[in-house]
């Protein structure tokens, strides 16, 4: 607090009205005035709490990801004034999703707000902002934010009673360390909080100077500007009204997502909720506390997880597995103004508790994620009209609209190095990324420069480029797994033309981890041949040699898609194609699945491709059977035509970092006639996988396929080198 009194009262003078309305200052001078009476209609409660934790992955800022992995943890907690606190954890269980890492939460420090939030705002147990950010309803708030009041809605209540509560937009109205930019809902009648959503924004969130010095300022300034960019924190603190007309927590949500720096395709959502349900309050009951309140400390926080920590490496040794969750914390102290005690068994214990009521979906609660992507929407228009002098964000920098923009290697390029920048546009969620890459072996320079509207709505784009593009819809070539092969195995397992022109593509969620993808492209489409060699595979003992790349029939075409994709237990995707030109047309549709198990002991995945055109016209529409993506032990695209399936089976016996894999898979394709003729291909192999237990992936795998049926002559055993493997 004393840190937040100095930055606030260095601040310049304001430049904006403070109240939108009259209607709005007598609103927020009663919730000011409610504020500074400290309220004694709760001298204490007990309750339960309902803690969920999860993250996913996503190719888009505003999708609505499927949890890739999720934990719950049961607590019973007590609270009293002026503001102790009890936490005891009773249960906890876990999901994952396709072996994705698992979550573990272990709190040292108050993670939620008990009762009401304190002037000054702090999230993560007092840990994030740096500095204190100054709540709206603070006594100085007025000096600090602009109010407007912009929604109302009328209630009616469990016990009969009607409420009207009323929506006020907050934005900061000067440069500050922390302040928030967000809405507060409002009893009417009496200025109560119901609701506060709000997102952090300020110049000093994430690092302070390490000393008064003007090379250590402009340093901290740019590690904010930078983290400003690459993580975002929303929160939604709602209440309830519970017996005797008490408005109390109700459910606190802290979501946020991590985007990769300097990638635009790459980003980490996460949400954690706690939920409090079943209020006893005002028992007389004073809680009874079991540990030393100097046990939280920070000399004994961090000689406690020492100890902890030497247990688990001697456990490791001596071969055995144990994460952090997996042994008792217990931790006392003082915080806000009150004493706490947080009490957590070991991850055994806890998995015995057996009152859950329902198993553990990844799903999740569909309304309760509704109305936290709805809020998410409301803050991030919010914080668009923030300026950048009162939230610093990078305006132009380094930056790749695609991950696989920076190092590229195939059988027509050879190695292929790229950059790229991006510009913040003027326009709400807007950004323009220009990128170049240049092919050492064919010599090529190319480009794409696009428009990007990342809102919560979707992901418009709009591109113009000369930019070599993949052919085959099953084996796409331009990612880094397939790079890494054909720079050492010679195994290119793509296909590719040069296309020049431009493309607009709309992409939305339609449901939680279903994803529709609208694009059309108008470019002109011209052949491209193998000009590179594998040094690195002809060093190793190889010939270094690729397959002719496949012509394609040159021309001006148009292409059309529409597609859906979702992410869930069965991964899945269907897609519909158009194209025509150059006096042809053609459709086609293409689906594909997938479907993995874990659940202890041997593990197996399945995944299938199935799809065909309307007709046999294009080399570039074809679609192919062999290789890595389709039937392993045989080269790519031995078979090629206007329809093709494909099956795969992994299946691994152990769950060790080092685990052998079995493999068999099969597929054909062709023209629709030929693929019941009996020429299907059939491999089947054994690999090695080199398995991540702290990522819960596997890191890269050694495959030896061989054809079981359709084998010419001088085919034998097969090796690939395969990142990110399925097993």
């Known amino acids: ?32 005035a409610r504020r500074t009476v400290q309220d004694t209609a709760v001298h204490d409660y007990r309750a339960t709490l309902r803690y969920q934790l999860w993250y996913g992955f996503s190719a888009r800022k505003w999708a609505a990801v499927a949890p890739a992995a999720i934990e719950e943890q049961v607590m019973a ?64 708030g007025p000096e600090w934010y602009r109010y407007e009041v912009v929604d109302s809605l009328a209630a009616t209540l469990p016990d009969g009673r009607e409420v009207r509560v009323v929506a006020v937009d907050v934005l900061p109205r000067r440069a500050a360390p922390a302040l928030v930019v967000g809405r ?27 000393a008064p010095t003007a090379k250590d ?30 408005w109390m927590p109700h459910r606190q949500t802290l979501s946020g997502q991590v985007q990769v720096p300097f990638v635009g395709n790459l980003v980490i959502p996460f949400e954690a909720t706690t939920r409090f349900d079943d209020y006893e309050i005002n028992t007389g009951v004073p809680i009874a506390f079991r540990l030393a309140p100097d046990s939280a400390t920070a000399e004994v926080r961090r000689e406690r997880r020492q100890e902890i920590r030497d247990s688990m490496r001697a456990e490791r040794r001596r071969g055995g597995t144990i994460g952090d969750g997996d042994v008792g914390w217990d931790f006392a102290g003082y915080a806000q103004g009150g004493r706490y005690e947080i009490l957590r068994p070991g991850n055994d214990s806890l998995a015995r508790y057996d009152g859950w009521g329902g198993p553990l979906a990844l799903a999740g609660d569909a309304a309760a994620e509704a109305s936290v992507r709805e809020a998410r929407a409301s803050l991030a228009a919010l914080a668009e009209r923030v300026p950048d002098d009162l939230n610093p964000r990078p305006t132009f920098g380094f930056a790749l609209e695609r991950t696989s923009d920076l190092v590229q290697y195939n059988r027509v390029q050879g190695l292929s190095l790229g950059a790229g920048a991006r510009l913040r546009l003027p326009l709400a969620f807007t950004d323009l990324y220009g990128s170049a890459r240049f092919g050492f072996s064919d010599e090529r320079l190319t480009g794409r420069l696009s428009v990007v509207r990342e809102a ?27 790079s890494l092969n054909a720079l050492f195995v010679a195994h290119d397992n793509g296909s590719y033309f040069l296309g020049t022109g431009g493309s607009v593509g709309f992409e939305t969620s339609v449901g939680r981890g279903i994803e529709l993808a609208l694009e059309g492209r108008l470019e002109q489409q011209d052949s491209v041949v193998t000009t590179a060699r594998s040094g690195v595979n002809d060093a190793l003992g190889g010939d270094g040699l690729f397959p002719p790349n496949v012509a394609i029939t040159p021309g001006l075409f148009g292409v059309a898609r529409v597609g859906l994709a979702g992410a869930s237990a069965l991964g899945w995707g269907v897609a519909v194609d158009g194209i025509a030109g150059e006096g042809t047309a053609n459709a086609r549709l293409i689906a594909s699945g997938r479907y993995e198990f874990n659940e202890g002991g041997p593990g197996f995945t399945i995944r299938a491709r199935i799809g065909g055109a309307v007709r046999d016209t294009l080399p570039q529409f074809a679609l192919t059977a062999g290789g890595v993506n389709t039937v392993r032990g045989f080269d790519y695209a031995a078979q090629r035509g206007q329809a093709a399936w494909s099956a795969q089976l992994d299946v691994t016996p152990l769950k060790s970092w080092f685990r052998p894999v079995g493999f068999i898979d099969a597929g054909r394709a062709g023209r629709w006639a030929d693929l019941a003729d009996g020429r299907t291909l059939v491999g089947a192999g054994a690999g090695l996988s080199i398995y991540s237990k702290l990522l819960r992936t596997s890191l890269v795998r050694f495959d030896f396929s061989y054809p079981l049926t359709q084998r010419a002559p001088d085919q034998g055993w097969r090796f690939d080198l395969i990142v990110s493997a399925v097993r």
Request: avoid cysteine; hydrophobic fraction near 45%; glycine fraction near 8%.
């Open 1 to 32: 607090m004393l840190l937040l009194a100095v930055t606030l009262a260095a601040a310049p003078p304001p430049d904006s009205v403070v109240f939108a309305s009259a209607a709005t200052e007598r609103l927020v001078r009663r919730g000011i």
């Open 77 to 140: 907690m007590a609270w009293q004034r002026p503001n102790d606190l009890r936490v005891e954890v009773r249960g906890r269980r876990t999901s994952a999703r396709g072996g994705a890492p698992g979550v573990s939460s272990v709190f040292d420090r108050p993670w939620f707000v008990p009762r009401e939030v304190d002037d000054s705002v702090r999230i993560f147990a007092d840990e994030f902002p740096a500095h204190g950010a100054l709540h709206p309803l603070a006594a100085s």
């Open 184 to 210: 507060l809902w409002l009893d009417a009648a009496t200025s109560e909080v119901v609701r506060f959503t709000f997102r952090y924004v300020g110049t000093g969130l994430f690092a302070v100077p390490d």
């Open 217 to 246: 300022s402009a340093a901290a300034r740019r590690a904010n500007r930078v983290a400003n960019r690459i993580v975002t924190i929303d929160v939604d603190l709602e209440y309830a009204v519970q017996a005797g007309g008490l």
């Open 456 to 482: 919560p709505g979707g992901r418009l784009r709009v591109s113009g480029y000369r930019d070599i593009l993949d052919a085959d819809a099953f084996s796409p070539g331009k990612g880094f797994a397939n």
